[in-house]
């Protein structure tokens, strides 16, 4: 969201602009799936009505007096942001056939909403665990209301972070998703892709290989031919990026290679015009002595 602010509209935000191709040339790219839009919009509706009584019930009960219906309040209303654009837009844009160029500022905003109340939901219920923990665990002490609060202002803080700091997610009917990539820019060739495709899987192969090492180390003792490999292992996962970048992907390796041979051809140049200025300082004196 800070770039939407930054740069004062989608189109201006680099690998988001939507000008190259008209509005209705862009709606070519969706597929219409009402199957799926209305269902999804329907439920969305259903259960923002089936929140809305939850929550007076809390309020009405006085149930809201305990730190843990505080947390379910706040829940409760993520979810409700969560689910307007997870269900109700969702299924309005999959009815229709939309991706993201068709309302990019619209989807912008509200991928960010999505992401960020996604995100936020998932450590408002890590806090609820926590705070159930606290209550059952430490009755006896006063832990509960300050570690419920604290908790509380964390998530929201962190909802905020994530709305601001982190790219949203897009639209697209195609996909049924609300992927990172707003699909606006023209698609890289196949063999491009292959080529990252093929950098990733080197990269994630050795982390993962090195990941499922160490985890198996903490319960069982390899033999010394496992353990050699996840040391290697270990070693070229934070060496082999290099080494790929340098090796697979064009643009670092043609600007490596300019950058490296143009070093070289200064030393030469610098070489040849200092073997130049020796010959003629030699011939000079020579000249001074043969007078």
Same mark, same amino acid.
């Given at each position: ?48 009505? /089936? ?78 665990? /926590? ?159 043969? /007078?």
């Amino acid at each position: 969201m800070n770039r939407l602010i930054h740069y004062g509209s989608t189109d201006a935000i680099p690998f988001y602009n939507c000008s190259w191709e008209p509005e209705s040339e862009w709606w070519q790219n969706g597929v219409q799936r009402p199957l799926l839009g209305y269902p999804i919009t329907v439920f969305g509706i259903f259960i923002e009505l /089936l929140y809305i009584p939850i929550v007076w019930i809390i309020f009405k009960t006085k149930l809201i007096r305990h730190t843990c219906y505080k947390t379910i309040v706040l829940l409760a209303a993520t979810d409700m942001c969560a689910i307007s654009c997870s269900c109700i837009i969702t299924g309005i844009l999959l009815i229709q056939g939309a991706v993201f160029c068709a309302y990019p500022t619209f989807i912008y905003i509200c991928g960010g909403i999505a992401l960020c109340t996604w995100c936020g939901a998932c450590a408002i219920t890590l806090s609820l665990f /926590l705070n159930r923990i606290v209550s059952i665990g430490f009755r006896d002490y006063a832990f509960e209301k300050p570690i419920a609060y604290t908790t509380m202002i964390l998530s929201v803080v962190y909802m905020f972070y994530i709305s601001f700091f982190t790219t949203p997610a897009c639209f697209n009917s195609l996909i049924m998703a609300w992927p990172s990539d707003p699909l606006s820019e023209k698609e890289p060739s196949e063999e491009a892709s292959n080529y990252i495709f093929i950098q990733c899987c080197i990269i994630c192969f050795f982390n993962s290989c090195t990941a499922i090492f160490y985890n198996v180390l903490a319960f069982i003792t390899p033999s010394p031919a496992i353990l050699v490999f996840g040391q290697l292992c270990w070693s070229i996962n934070h060496g082999c990026p290099a080494l790929i970048y340098v090796t697979l992907n064009d643009t670092i390796r043609r600007e490596f290679k300019k950058l490296i041979f143009r070093s070289s051809t200064n030393k030469v140049e610098e070489g040849t015009s200092g073997n130049r200025a020796s010959v003629s300082r030699n011939s000079i004196f020579e000249y001074f002595v043969k /007078l």
